[in-house]
């Protein structure tokens, strides 16, 4: 083989090489790029659903406070109707301890509570 032959299939086999490069490189780069856009879909997906989770967490939230309040009011009421319940006994007690007419009542009402009981155990 002559020597401009073989300068020229080595020539030829360096192009091909270089070809080969090139390819393998633009394929790297192009692996490199799909890999980009799969994060960057994956951040904008977490992105989303941290925004819903920190949604869901505030409406949690508030849902917790209002019951919180809503709680605190229920026994505010509850200690209130107690109070009004204990100021009816003392009006009730003081009024027996006033009224001059208090035994002859008591009595009455404890014979009309004895026909309740007696017509409720009828009715059972």
């Known amino acids: 083989m002559s020597t401009v032959a073989i300068v020229l299939i080595v020539i030829a086999?360096?192009?091909?090489?270089?070809?080969?490069?090139?390819?393998?490189r633009r394929r790297h780069e192009r692996q490199l790029e799909d890999?980009?856009?799969?994060?960057s879909a994956h951040r904008e997906e977490a992105s989303a659903r941290r925004l819903t989770a920190e949604k869901e967490a505030a409406a949690a939230d508030e849902q917790a406070a209002r019951a919180r309040r809503e709680a605190a009011e229920a026994e505010e009421r509850g200690?209130?109707?107690?109070?009004?319940r204990e100021a009816a006994?003392?009006?009730?007690?003081?009024?027996?301890r006033v009224d001059p007419d208090a035994d002859r009542q008591a009595e009455s009402t404890e014979e009309e509570r004895g026909r309740d009981d007696?017509?409720?155990?009828?009715r059972a």
Do not use: C, F, K, P
């Open 13 to 24: 086999v360096l192009v091909v090489l270089a070809l080969i490069a090139l390819a393998s």
């Open 35 to 39: 890999r980009r856009q799969v994060a």
């Open 79 to 84: 200690q209130a109707a107690e109070r009004e």
């Open 89 to 96: 006994t003392a009006h009730e007690e003081h009024a027996q």
């Open 118 to 122: 007696v017509s409720a155990d009828r």
